[in-house]
Nanobody, 120 residues
Framework: QVQLVESGGGLVQAGGSLRLSCAASGRFVSIYDMDWYRQAPGKQRERVAIITSGGNTNYADSVKGRFTISRDNAKNTVYLQMNSLKPEDTAVYYC??????????????WGKGTLVTVSS
């Protein structure tokens, strides 16, 4: 079983910064994609950023130029650096990993989420 644990959420004023982390533990061969999603109250969950095993990244238009996703494969960890935060960034942020198991199957795992609140 693979577990993902997020950290780094909290309360910040508009214009401020936060850095989220998500670390995987358990038994697996490798991690393909690492994503960050968010879900604001009353809204659907949306993908914020993705980083592939090759290091390619993609961002939602709403966060381009403000958020940066990175990964440390040795630590099985993904990061989301969030700058110039806006009140509309307020949401629960979830990490998602696609991992390869020892039987060559691929499975998707989600973290439990970390709350980011941006005050105006």
């Amino acid at each position: 079983q693979v577990q993902l644990v997020e950290s780094g959420g909290g309360l910040v004023q508009a214009g401020g910064s936060l850095r989220l982390s998500c670390a995987a533990s358990g038994r697996f061969v490798s991690i393909y994609d690492m994503d960050w999603y968010r879900q604001a109250p009353g809204k659907q969950r949306e993908r914020v950023a993705i980083i592939t095993s090759g290091g390619n990244t993609n961002y939602a238009d709403s966060v381009k130029g403000r958020f940066t996703i990175s990964r440390d494969n040795a630590k099985n960890t993904v990061y989301l650096q969030m700058n110039s935060l806006k009140p509309e960034d307020t949401a629960v942020y979830y990490c998602r990993f696609v991992v390869t198991n020892f039987d060559n199957s691929a499975m998707t795992y989600w973290g439990k989420g970390t709350l980011v609140t941006v005050s105006s």
